[in-house]
Antibody, heavy 121, light 111 residues
Framework: EVQLLESGGGLVQPGGSLRLSCAAS????????MSWVRQAPGKGLEWVSA????????YYADSVKGRFTISRDNSKKTLYLQMNSLRAEDTAIYYC??????????????WGQGTLVTVSS | QSVLTQPPSASGTPGQRVTISCSGS????????VSWYQQVPGTAPKLLIY???QRPSGVPDRFSGSKSGTSASLAISGLRSEDEADYYC????????????FGTGTKVTVL
C-alpha cells in the first residue's frame, strides 16, 4: 500500500526557517517524481515545487523560488522541503504528492495527509 | 491568482448530471494535458482524471473529463451524496517559469 507521511510543520516566526519531510512507503520511491502542494486556510490548491525521481531536475513556483529548496534521499525514501525566509503568506497545509512517473508531469495519484505550517509572530 | 478559471459553485440533485468547466489559455490547457482532483473538506485531494480523460483505477466511470481548445470540463453523472466536495482542474503552463497550475476550484453541492 502506497503511503506518504509528512512531518515537520509547526509555528514559526516571519523570517524563520522550517524543514518538512515526507516519508514514503509501498512503492519504488526513486521511480517517481514528487511534489509539494500547499493550501492556505480556506483557499485553493497551489503547486509549490517538484523534483524528478532521480533528483536531477527541480522546479519551483515563483512565489517560493529562492526561498524554498526541494530535495530527496532515495535511500531513505524521503522527500524534503527546506523553507527559509518564511512569510505570513506561506501559512498553509503542505501536502507531498507522488507523480505517476519518474518525470514531473503533474498527475498526482497519491497524496499525504498534510502538515500545517503557520507563520506568525 | 490562478490562471485556470472555474465556477465557484455547482449543484444538483441525486442522480443528476453536473458539469464543471475550466477555462485557461494557449499556454496551459491549449497545449497540455488536464487533470482533475476531488477534495472532500478536511482531507487530501484525490486524482479523478489525468491526460484529459483517463481515470485512475478505482475511480467510478460516473466521472468523465474532456478538453476542447483552451477549456476543459469534468462531468459527474448519476450524482451521489458522496460527490459533495471541491473539484480542481490542473495543467502544466508553458509560460516562463510558471510550470504547473491548479484551477480556482468548484464547490459541488448535492441538494
Amino acid at each position: 500500500e502506497v503511503q506518504l507521511l509528512e512531518s515537520g510543520g509547526g509555528l514559526v516566526q516571519p523570517g524563520g526557517s522550517l524543514r518538512l519531510s515526507c516519508a514514503a512507503s509501498g512503492f519504488t520511491f526513486s521511480s517517481c517524481a514528487m511534489s509539494w502542494v500547499r493550501q492556505a486556510p480556506g483557499k485553493g490548491l497551489e503547486w509549490v515545487s517538484a523534483l524528478s525521481g532521480s533528483g536531477t531536475s527541480t522546479y519551483y513556483a515563483d512565489s517560493v523560488k529562492g526561498r524554498f529548496t526541494i530535495s530527496r534521499d532515495n535511500s531513505k525514501k524521503t522527500l524534503y522541503l527546506q523553507m527559509n525566509s518564511l512569510r505570513a503568506e506561506d501559512t498553509a497545509i503542505y501536502y507531498c504528492a507522488r507523480d505517476r512517473g519518474g518525470s514531473f508531469a503533474g498527475d498526482f495519484d497519491y497524496w499525504g495527509q498534510g502538515t500545517l505550517v503557520t507563520v506568525s509572530s | 491568482q490562478s490562471v485556470l478559471t472555474q465556477p465557484p459553485s455547482a449543484s444538483g440533485t441525486p442522480g443528476q448530471r453536473v458539469t464543471i468547466s475550466c477555462s485557461g489559455s494557449s499556454s496551459n490547457i491549449g497545449s497540455n494535458y488536464v487533470s482533475w482532483y476531488q477534495q472532500v473538506p478536511g482531507t487530501a485531494p484525490k486524482l479523478l482524471i489525468y491526460w484529459n480523460n483517463q481515470r485512475p483505477s478505482g475511480v467510478p466511470d460516473r466521472f468523465s473529463g474532456s478538453k476542447s481548445g483552451t477549456s476543459a470540463s469534468l462531468a459527474i453523472s448519476g450524482l451521489r451524496s458522496e460527490d459533495e466536495a471541491d473539484y480542481y482542474c490542473a495543467s502544466w503552463d508553458d509560460s516562463l517559469s510558471v510550470y504547473y497550475v491548479f484551477g480556482t476550484g468548484t464547490k459541488v453541492t448535492v441538494l
